[in-house]
């Protein structure tokens, strides 16, 4: 991996080039306890996005993956964490990139949008729904479940897989718990009206977590949305109706 300095965090990220074809850049940014190899290589986004020209690069954000671990909230605020995206693109001197994220990393995406519109194509919101505006993201209670003494200790269905996912992954939990509490934030409506990049919303029709990805394309002006048919929150990022669907968004967006 490669690393660069985010106003003073350790930032780990990749960068693939494609074999041959046109090489626009896309930015991908992973979901909360994940990492880019879980998130985007495990599930062959690389290798789909490469195979259609794509240069990709994607990051571990902070607290994940082998990026820097930070154990105080205010340092996961949203606004925060799309900084560390942008300052990638300020590193490798790219002016403007496609950017994907999921879960977690839709909302730091569509926080980008708002923030530094000028450094996108386009924004692709994969697993984020109108919980985007309405609800504040996953439950605190998944913070809780990773201070846990251990994955015995809890009942609660959806704490219970956080936990069992962040020991999957090898993650720090104490940063995690921090990460929970800090990226807290919504969007207004009045804010996701004025996303003006085009947009693609990504969600699983048996995905719980997101909320109705119509409902939330339909706030947004130049927005569309793509259901993945009977997926969940977790199965439907590698889906291959997502990818799909991304693909044909990436050849038609200008």
């Given at each position: 991996m490669l690393f660069f300095n985010s106003n003073g965090v350790r930032i780990a990220y990749v960068d693939a080039p494609p074999e041959e074809g046109h090489g626009d850049p896309i930015l991908l940014i992973h979901g909360f306890a994940s990492n880019y190899a879980v998130?985007?290589?495990?599930?062959?986004?690389?290798?789909?996005?490469?195979?259609?020209?794509f240069r990709v690069i994607a990051l571990d954000n902070r607290g994940h993956g082998e990026s820097e671990k930070l154990y105080d909230p205010k340092d996961y605020e949203s606004f925060i964490m799309a900084e560390d995206a942008r300052r990638l693109l300020d590193h490798l001197n790219i002016e403007k990139a496609d950017v994907m994220g999921y879960?977690?990393?839709?909302?730091?995406?569509?926080?980008?949008?708002?923030?530094?519109?000028?450094?996108?194509?386009s924004?692709?919101?994969g697993g984020l729904g109108i919980h985007l505006v309405e609800g504040v993201g996953l439950p605190l209670g998944i913070a809780d479940a990773m201070e846990a003494p251990s994955l015995d200790d809890l009942t609660d269905p959806m704490q219970r897989m956080f936990r069992a996912f962040a020991e999957q992954?090898?993650?720090?939990?104490?940063?995690?718990?921090?990460?929970?509490r800090g990226s807290r934030q919504v969007l207004t409506r009045e804010q996701v009206a004025a996303i003006d990049v085009p947009t693609l919303v990504s969600v699983g029709t048996a995905d719980h977590?997101?909320?109705?990805?119509?409902?939330?394309?339909?706030?947004?002006?130049?927005?569309?949305?793509l259901d993945i048919p009977g997926r969940d929150h977790n199965l439907a990022v590698g889906d291959r109706v997502h990818k799909q669907g991304v693909l044909e968004f990436l050849a038609t967006r200008p």
């Open positions: 998130n985007w290589l495990n599930t062959l986004w690389f290798k789909t996005l490469n195979k259609a020209g879960s977690m990393g839709a909302r730091i995406t569509a926080h980008l949008a708002i923030a530094a519109p000028e450094r996108m194509r924004a692709l919101l992954t090898k993650s720090d939990l104490r940063a995690l718990a921090a990460c929970i977590v997101a909320g109705s990805g119509p409902e939330l394309a339909r706030l947004i002006p130049n927005a569309r949305a």
